[in-house]
């Protein structure tokens, strides 16, 4: 990546040593000459290392002056160097001494971790105090020594302490990764001094890399989405496999198997629908026993019917009055 004013200054994001391609920010609102911005596609769990190079055209207005290079991860700054030019560097991580001891600690990539619990901001206090999430940023400045050289180094504690991320940051937001340093491992010593901005501190360029994973990446339309597979079924037969043409005639058979089974169970509750019927019609059904009344079938009531036809010719009729 270069910016407009200086293009004989570069920066390159790598991971793995691999070279991440570039995409344009379309919403990129900055309007400035020397500041460039881009897209990049970095995967979860990689380390990742940043190489500054320039050629003749970045020249200083002292011998004295060096170029001050400083690190932004996700909004925090971790990291600077005093840089001669010509510049060729790769910055692989924080250098940081403890108890006598160089360490370094790695550049690389983790899952975005979040949280619940509510801090103290209100949600746009928080929204601009994560403005810079998701963003790895280096800013060129001039700048000269000042006062002792020293060996001893502490990194910023802060960007360990915005290891969870509120919720509320993320609305509106397509993020799944972070930044983070990696345990320390050792290292050689570092040389560390003072520095002093003979020109002011206002970067003379600056470049910002907005990492996201490929599916991030798709969601805010920096890169087109994945096309959804066509269906063998709906593919041209001419063109299939062998191996294609024998999943689609399993896949027939598969759906043959199931319709004739569907059939099967729809004709077994369909019969025993009709013999449920058939005993419902000819129950007698009794009413509580205490009633002096009995509902009966139609077969009953036929019966008793033809009992009544019978008896009718013998039986006496007598008044009930007396």
């Given at each position: 990546?270069?910016?407009?004013?200086q293009?004989?200054?570069e920066?390159?994001?790598?991971?793995?040593?691999?070279?991440?391609?570039?995409?344009l920010?379309?919403d990129d609102?900055?309007?400035?000459?020397?500041?460039?911005?881009?897209f990049v596609?970095v995967?979860?769990?990689?380390?990742?290392?940043?190489?500054?190079?320039s050629?003749?055209?970045?020249?200083?207005?002292?011998?004295?002056?060096l170029?001050?290079?400083?690190?932004s991860l996700?909004?925090?700054?971790?990291?600077a160097?005093?840089?001669?030019?010509?510049i060729?560097?790769?910055?692989?991580?924080?250098?940081?001494?403890?108890?006598?001891?160089?360490?370094?600690?790695?550049?690389?990539?983790?899952?975005l971790k979040?949280?619940?619990?509510?801090?103290?901001?209100?949600?746009?206090?928080?929204?601009?105090?994560?403005?810079?999430?998701g963003?790895?940023?280096?800013?060129?400045?001039?700048a000269?020594p000042?006062?002792?050289?020293?060996?001893k180094?502490?990194?910023?504690?802060?960007?360990?302490?915005?290891?969870?991320?509120?919720?509320?940051?993320?609305?509106?937001?397509a993020?799944?990764?972070?930044?983070?340093?990696?345990?320390?491992?050792?290292?050689?010593?570092r040389?560390?001094?003072?520095i002093?901005?003979?020109?002011?501190?206002?970067?003379?360029a600056?470049?910002?890399?907005k990492?996201?994973s490929?599916?991030?990446?798709?969601i805010?339309?920096?890169?087109p989405?994945?096309?959804?597979?066509q269906a063998?079924?709906?593919?041209?037969?001419?063109?299939?496999?062998?191996?294609?043409?024998?999943e689609?005639a399993?896949?027939?058979?598969?759906?043959?198997?199931?319709e004739?089974?569907?059939q099967?169970?729809?004709?077994e509750q369909?019969?025993?629908?009709?013999v449920?019927?058939?005993?419902?019609?000819?129950?007698?059904?009794?009413?509580?026993?205490?009633?002096?009344v009995?509902?009966?079938s139609?077969?009953?009531?036929?019966e008793?019917q033809?009992?009544r036809?019978?008896?009718e010719?013998?039986?006496?009729?007598?008044?009930l009055?007396?």
């Amino acid at each position: 990546m270069k910016v407009d004013s200086q293009p004989g200054l570069e920066v390159t994001l790598r991971v793995n040593g691999v070279l991440l391609h570039e995409y344009l920010d379309p919403d990129d609102e900055r309007g400035s000459n020397n500041h460039a911005t881009r897209f990049v596609e970095v995967p979860a769990g990689a380390n990742f290392t940043l190489h500054y190079a320039s050629d003749s055209a970045i020249r200083p207005k002292s011998n004295l002056d060096l170029i001050h290079a400083r690190i932004s991860l996700d909004g925090i700054a971790v990291y600077a160097s005093a840089l001669s030019v010509p510049i060729s560097a790769t910055i692989s991580g924080v250098h940081v001494t403890e108890k006598g001891v160089s360490y370094l600690q790695k550049f690389g990539f983790g899952d975005l971790k979040t949280t619940d619990d509510a801090e103290s901001e209100d949600v746009a206090t928080l929204k601009n105090k994560y403005a810079g999430l998701g963003e790895i940023s280096i800013k060129f400045t001039w700048a000269r020594p000042a006062g002792p050289k020293q060996v001893k180094h502490h990194h910023n504690p802060l960007l360990e302490k915005h290891a969870h991320i509120p919720e509320e940051c993320l609305k509106g937001r397509a993020m799944s990764n972070k930044t983070h340093l990696a345990p320390m491992e050792k290292s050689e010593p570092r040389t560390f001094c003072g520095i002093a901005y003979p020109y002011g501190k206002e970067p003379f360029a600056t470049f910002t890399f907005k990492y996201r994973s490929r599916k991030d990446l798709q969601i805010e339309g920096i890169i087109p989405r994945s096309p959804s597979p066509q269906a063998l079924e709906d593919m041209d037969p001419e063109t299939l496999t062998m191996e294609q043409l024998r999943e689609v005639a399993r896949r027939a058979k598969a759906q043959r198997d199931a319709e004739v089974r569907i059939q099967k169970v729809n004709a077994e509750q369909s019969r025993q629908t009709q013999v449920a019927g058939k005993r419902k019609r000819t129950a007698t059904i009794k009413s509580d026993p205490d009633d002096d009344v009995a509902v009966l079938s139609a077969a009953s009531r036929r019966e008793c019917q033809r009992q009544r036809t019978s008896f009718e010719g013998d039986t006496d009729v007598v008044d009930l009055t007396i």
